[in-house]
């Protein structure tokens, strides 16, 4: 049975910290699907389309069995139309735990075949967020060690608000 991985995400916008850990997880499982949530309760800087795109330029050398889909609703039927046993999450300190259990813990109720996967987010990339780094760029900070080069150049054509 070929090991399929669902790593969901809301990558508004992707960081290197995402795709390190999107790098290790192809490495783990037979296919790997980057899910990208479209929340109408939030606003995004980037749409889910843009989002999709600019993750398929940073994932593009992964292998074939990486894929970029948005999706709506629970991340576990998400999972489960794509035939997934696994979630995929990154860890970067103990205050990421307490929530990610939670999730975790929540998925496993409402679907029990899949499981949640936690890899440990690289130590050079644990401080990042997305959203400390959209303050960066925000405020005129230099992004780029931040981001994949597909993000920082879309960042660099965007205007901030
Ligand atoms: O990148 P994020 O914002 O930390 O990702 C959170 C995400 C998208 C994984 C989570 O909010 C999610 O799975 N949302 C979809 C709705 C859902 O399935 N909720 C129940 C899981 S607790």
């Known amino acids: 049975m070929p090991r399929v991985a669902i790593f969901p995400g809301s990558f508004d916008p992707m960081t290197n910290a995402h795709l390190d850990v999107a790098r290790r997880a192809a490495q783990l499982f037979d296919r790997l699907v980057v899910a990208v949530l479209h929340n109408p309760k939030k606003a995004p800087l980037f749409t889910v389309d843009e989002r999709v795109a600019l ?10 069995h990486v894929s970029v889909a948005g999706f709506d609703g629970l991340t576990v039927e998400f999972a489960r139309r794509q035939g997934a046993t696994f979630l995929v999450r990154g860890l970067r300190a103990t205050s990421d735990f307490e929530a990610e259990l939670q999730m975790a813990h929540t998925n496993r109720k409402l679907a029990p075949e899949i499981d949640t996967t936690f890899l440990m987010t690289a130590l050079e990339f644990g401080y990042l967020s997305s959203t400390l780094t959209k303050e960066v760029w925000r405020f005129g900070g230099d992004v780029e060690p931040m981001v994949p080069g597909p993000v920082a150049e879309a960042l660099a054509r965007r205007a901030p608000a």
């Open 55 to 64: 993750i398929e330029a940073c994932v593009a050398g992964l292998g074939d």
